[in-house]
């Protein structure tokens, strides 16, 4: 299974611009990028997604290498309720089946 | 609120014994995908399944097992509980798993075994 490396931790101030850094070297042609935050004691929440080509939401933008070996999260203006866990996870095809595989994530700690 | 309910939110229960952990996906939402998250660690994908039927298998115990109801429901049984089974059990669903669109995830299960 293809498999994703985030840093284990990062800090931001608030309203200034967050990078989370994804690598997926092992990544086929045929996985999606994911990105999913997870507040403490609560389920993950979906962030954003894509395939090939960058993405924007109303949450954040992905930012995805042509060689699509790694991407980048970006939340454009941090707020302290954007402190939590991110997770970019490979919706993975794998012969007749997509799962999603997790890391262990990048904890983000926003400065007030 | 992501649409996805997970019953009951705390379960505390005692070594030896069998639960049942109850997911309702979202409306219209085929798949459905339990996962194992323990103290500070990542998710674990056990087991998924689309339409009723089983479709991928992660590092779901022999101790456990689910099912996918026709009314598209599913129940992750958990029988002969250790302690080390205390964790949070989520749930998700998703439209189409053939797609690699998003999935909601619902609240969690928090199994306690003492």
């Known amino acids: 299974d293809a498999k994703t490396t985030q840093p284990n931790s990062m800090e931001s101030n608030e309203e200034e611009p967050v990078h989370l850094p994804c690598n997926h070297s092992?990544?086929?042609?045929?996985?999606?990028i994911h990105w999913y935050r997870q507040l403490p004691s609560q389920g993950p929440e979906y962030v954003i997604h894509?395939?090939?080509?960058?993405v924007n939401n109303r949450m954040a933008s992905l930012a995805i290498a042509e060689d699509r070996k790694s991407s980048t999260l970006i939340l454009h203006r941090a707020t302290l309720r954007d402190a939590a866990v991110y997770y970019c996870i490979l919706n993975s095809h794998g012969g007749n089946n997509r799962k999603l595989i997790w890391g262990l994530g990048t904890s983000l700690a926003v400065n007030p | 609120d992501s649409g996805v309910t997970q019953t009951p939110k705390h379960l505390i229960t005692a070594t030896g014994q069998r639960v049942t952990l109850r997911c309702s996906p979202r409306s219209g939402d085929l798949s459905v995908y339990w996962y194992q998250q323990s103290l500070d660690q990542g998710l674990q994908f056990l087991i998924q399944?689309?339409?009723?039927?089983?479709?991928a298998k992660g590092n779901i115990l022999e101790r456990f097992s689910a099912q996918q109801f026709p009314d598209l429901h599913s129940e992750l049984n958990l029988s002969s509980l250790e302690l080390g089974d205390s964790a949070l059990y989520f749930c998700a669903s998703s439209v189409d798993w053939s797609r690699g669109t998003e999935a909601f995830f619902g609240q969690g299960t928090r199994l306690t075994v003492v």
């Open positions: 894509g395939l090939t080509s960058n």
């Open positions: 092992t990544i086929s042609g045929t996985d999606y």
């Open positions: 399944y689309y339409n009723g039927e089983e479709r």
